[in-house]
């Protein structure tokens, strides 16, 4: 195979390999930022809840201080009891005794609702404390797996960008002028196999005496439609036992 070509054939491996390893080292602040997402969401929740909890214990004492006050109330009604002189005024502080006892009875079941979902607000923030604490474990674990795949990219993408310069070297100025202008235009592919006729890229059908010198893969050819270099890979040979 001519030298160019087949260093060429291997500089597009390494260009894909580098460019593979480019897009996956911007991609990796795109997944912490969904890890850190991860955490946030679960914190919120737990900061959800406890606002829950704190706003049930708001109400509690607002009940508290409600059903004192009307307890004060009843207990100077019943005082006031004692001291009436005429029915009719018993039975206007009767009323009031009923009233005030009729309030207390609604404020203690107010006050057992919110006792009831205190308890389940407990339960309800134990879990998400759980959840809270199992994903800051699995995400410390998988930050520190996407820090070592940084670490092992970069130090992949050094060494294939010094193979390449390497590489580059031992190709002529022309060759390497044809496979950087196509490979510009092309998005990176500027070298294709040549195959059954086709170009294996674009699939347009070669001329029958262009496809032949590419087979014999000792020249620059370049696809008459997309203009990428071609080049042939012979079948392995069968061998036959007897």
Request: aromatic share 2%; hydrophobic share 40%.
């Amino acid at each position: 195979m001519h030298a160019d070509l087949q260093h060429l054939i291997r500089l597009q491996d390494l260009d894909l390999t580098a460019d593979r390893n480019r897009r996956r080292i911007a991609d990796l602040p795109s997944a912490r930022g969904a890890l850190e997402a991860r955490i946030a969401s679960r914190t919120a929740a737990v900061d959800a809840v406890k606002q829950r909890i704190a706003a049930n214990q708001g109400a509690r004492r607002d009940i508290e201080k409600d059903l004192a006050a009307i307890q004060t109330r009843l207990s100077k009604y019943k005082n006031q009891l004692m001291e009436v002189k005429t029915n009719k005024e018993y039975q206007a502080m009767q009323k009031e005794i009923s009233v005030a006892e009729q309030e207390i009875s609604e404020h203690e079941t107010r006050m057992l609702e919110r006792m009831e979902e205190a308890d389940g607000l407990a339960s309800e923030l134990k879990a998400a404390e759980a959840a809270l604490k199992a994903d800051q474990a699995e995400v410390a674990r998988e930050m520190k797996q996407l820090e070592a795949e940084k670490e092992e990219v970069e130090r992949e993408l050094q060494r294939t960008t010094e193979e390449r310069g390497a590489l580059a070297a031992q190709i002529s100025k022309e060759a390497l002028a044809v496979f950087d202008r196509v490979a510009h235009g092309r998005k990176g592919l500027a070298v294709a196999e040549a195959r059954d006729g086709l170009c294996t890229v674009c699939h347009v059908r070669l001329r029958p005496q262009i496809y032949n010198e590419v087979r014999r893969n000792d020249s620059l050819i370049q696809c008459d439609s997309c203009t990428r270099i071609l080049y042939f890979v012979a079948a392995p040979s069968v061998t036959h036992q007897s």
